[in-house]
């Protein structure tokens, strides 16, 4: 079953949503050639903590850390280190969470360092776009999966590929809640969308259709070519209004505003 928010408990997670898109913005702002994925981590942890929050991931399952720093051919779950420094033409992932208040939020970029290639900025660009096909699709009466063709199909259409082993999900009082939410598939099934319904859409794009793999440190997963993967991820709810991207905050969010 699809846990459905009070319009409160959906203020109280536009209000942290809010705060996390600032606290990745502020991360995205000092992406530079030189930079560990560390500093990253110890940042976002001092200002999710600084703004009364709490890290959603770290603990999680046993994940060591407060964000997912994935590079280049890491598809998610890359595990922040000191030893491990940014490069120009990298492209670099950042997936975060938080909970205040009870309610967690989730979003997720892809940023490039430095000059990148000209494939590279393709791919960003698909990317980005993709999730807001996904988020086009989530209005009162849809079926779950019509958010997921809209993704996939764009993707392909674009002749990139979508990951289908690791999928968006529903988010609220934890951090992963039924329903789960592929970014492929036909449309018009699954669950009738409704006021109350708040998922995190995460669309992650790659260049080769070969299924990923994880590596010896059992967390990050990376493309079986060693080709280029990006990830994008908001959350919205559906409200009686429409769809609104809480991580996004104040009117930026209505859906259409990209």
Same mark, same amino acid.
């Given at each position: 079953?699809?846990?459905?928010?009070?319009?409160?408990?959906?203020?109280?997670?536009?209000?942290?949503?809010?705060?996390?898109?600032?606290?990745?913005?502020?991360?995205?702002?000092?992406?530079?050639?030189?930079?560990?994925?560390?500093?990253?981590?110890?940042?976002?942890?001092?200002?999710?903590?600084?703004?009364?929050?709490?890290?959603?991931?770290?603990?999680?399952?046993?994940?060591?850390?407060?964000?997912?720093?994935?590079?280049?051919?890491?598809?998610?779950?890359?595990?922040?280190?000191?030893?491990?420094?940014?490069?120009?033409?990298?492209?670099?992932?950042?997936?975060?969470?938080?909970?205040?208040?009870?309610?967690?939020?989730?979003?997720?970029?892809?940023?490039?360092?430095?000059?990148?290639?000209?494939?590279?900025?393709?791919?960003?660009?698909?990317?980005?776009?993709?999730?807001?096909?996904?988020?086009?699709?989530?209005?009162?009466?849809?079926?779950?999966?019509?958010?997921?063709?809209?993704?996939?199909?764009?993707?392909?259409? *674009?002749?990139?590929?979508?990951?289908?082993?690791?999928?968006?999900?529903?988010?609220?009082?934890?951090?992963?809640?039924?329903?789960?939410?592929?970014?492929?598939?036909?449309?018009?099934?699954?669950?009738?969308?409704?006021?109350?319904?708040?998922?995190?859409?995460?669309?992650?794009?790659?260049?080769?259709?070969?299924?990923?793999?994880?590596?010896?440190?059992?967390?990050?997963?990376?493309? *079986?070519?060693?080709?280029?993967?990006?990830?994008?991820?908001?959350?919205?709810?559906?409200? *009686?209004?429409?769809?609104?991207?809480?991580?996004?905050?104040?009117?930026?969010?209505?859906?259409?505003?990209?």
């Amino acid at each position: 079953m699809i846990p459905l928010k009070s319009p409160n408990e959906i203020g109280v997670m536009h209000e942290n949503g809010a705060a996390l898109a600032g606290i990745l913005g502020a991360l995205c702002g000092e992406v530079a050639a030189g930079q560990t994925t560390a500093y990253f981590d110890r940042l976002a942890e001092d200002m999710i903590r600084g703004c009364g929050g709490e890290p959603a991931f770290k603990g999680y399952r046993g994940y060591p850390a407060t964000i997912n720093a994935s590079i280049n051919d890491e598809v998610v779950h890359g595990i922040p280190s000191p030893n491990r420094r940014l490069h120009d033409g990298d492209l670099f992932s950042i997936d975060i969470g938080m909970v205040r208040d009870g309610l967690y939020v989730d979003m997720a970029t892809t940023v490039p360092v430095g000059s990148v290639s000209e494939d590279a900025r393709r791919l960003l660009d698909v990317g980005k776009r993709s999730l807001w096909q996904g988020i086009s699709q989530v209005t009162i009466g849809n079926r779950l999966s019509d958010i997921s063709h809209a993704i996939g199909s764009f993707v392909v259409g *674009e002749g990139f590929h979508v990951v289908k082993e690791y999928v968006g999900h529903g988010v609220g009082r934890a951090l992963h809640e039924d329903p789960q939410i592929p970014n492929y598939g036909p449309p018009g099934s699954g669950a009738r969308l409704k006021a109350g319904m708040v998922f995190a859409i995460e669309p992650m794009v790659k260049t080769d259709s070969h299924p990923t793999k994880v590596r010896a440190d059992h967390w990050t997963v990376v493309t *079986e070519s060693g080709g280029l993967s990006v990830h994008f991820e908001h959350t919205v709810a559906l409200t *009686e209004n429409g769809a609104v991207v809480l991580t996004l905050g104040g009117d930026e969010g209505r859906s259409g505003n990209q």
